[in-house]
T-cell receptor, first 119, second 113 residues
Framework: AQTVTQSQPEMSVQEAETVTLSCTYD???????LFWYKQPPSRQMILVIR??????QNATENRFSVNFQKAAKSFSLKISDSQLGDAAMYFC????????????????FGKGTKLSVKP | NAGVTQTPKFRILKIGQSMTLQCAQD?????MYWYRQDPGMGLKLIYY???????DKGEVPNGYNVSRSTTEYFPLRLELAAPSQTSVYFC????????????FGPGTRLTVL
């Protein structure tokens, strides 16, 4: 079974600095998708960034970028120029390809990393 | 578009009571999901549906039931509530296809006392 591990329960960063959140996953598949979701205190799950496993190029969305290391099964999130509004829980998630091994596109989540941003 | 909506936002149940968590989406998505999020944990899949009339169990289905009579609605039924069902419940949907995104509702916080 696929699993997602986030080894940092909590992280802290100074405003305007850069922080990296770690994520590793375990799968025997070669094609899949990886996501980072942000969950602020409002509880809303907000998609931050996604990565297709077949793409070697790391995904980037404004201040958010990933370091995808397929062989190492690692998918870290880098937040540059951190802002107070970045404070939230961040979840790494894995999604198998459709209809493979019974998957119907559901997400498999890690336990999350709580990010605090200091002014 | 309202996206994915859930009601209620909060609910307190007594042990043994039943209730239905409502979920609706106005995006005409085929796939819908119910997840639960326990304190300090990620989300786990309870049930999912690939279209009206088709549902299947996820990782943690015990104590729950679902139905999907229309594309828009995907209610989750709790029978005989237990303290172990205290959690935040999220409904999500996506259109279908390999690369599309899953959209989440705002969640329902349920406490069973």
């Amino acid at each position: 079974a696929q699993t997602v591990t986030q080894s940092q329960p909590e992280m802290s960063v100074q405003e305007a600095e850069t922080v990296t959140l770690s994520c590793t996953y375990d799968t025997s598949e070669s094609d899949y998708y990886l996501f980072w979701y942000k969950q602020p205190p409002s509880r809303q799950m907000i998609l931050v960034i996604r990565q297709e496993a077949y793409k070697q190029q790391n995904a980037t969305e404004n201040r958010f970028s990933v370091n995808f290391q397929k062989a190492a099964k690692s998918f870290s999130l880098k937040i540059s120029d951190s802002q107070l509004g970045d404070a939230a829980m961040y979840f790494c998630a894995y999604r198998p390809l459709m209809n493979y091994g019974g998957s119907q596109g559901n997400l498999i989540f890690g336990k999350g990393t709580k990010l605090s941003v200091k002014p | 578009n309202a996206g994915v909506t859930q009601t209620p936002k909060f609910r307190i149940l007594k042990i043994g009571q039943s209730m239905t968590l409502q979920c609706a989406q106005d995006m005409n998505h085929n796939y819908m999901y119910w997840y639960r999020q326990d304190p300090g944990m990620g989300l786990k899949l309870i049930y999912y549906s690939v279209g009206a009339g088709i549902t299947d169990k996820g990782e943690v289905p015990n104590g729950y039931n679902v139905s999907r009579s229309t594309t828009e609605y995907f209610p989750l039924r709790l029978e005989l509530a237990a303290p172990s069902q205290t959690s935040v419940y999220f409904c999500a949907s996506r259109a279908g296809g390999i690369t599309d995104t899953q959209y989440f509702g705002p969640g329902t916080r349920l406490t069973v006392l």
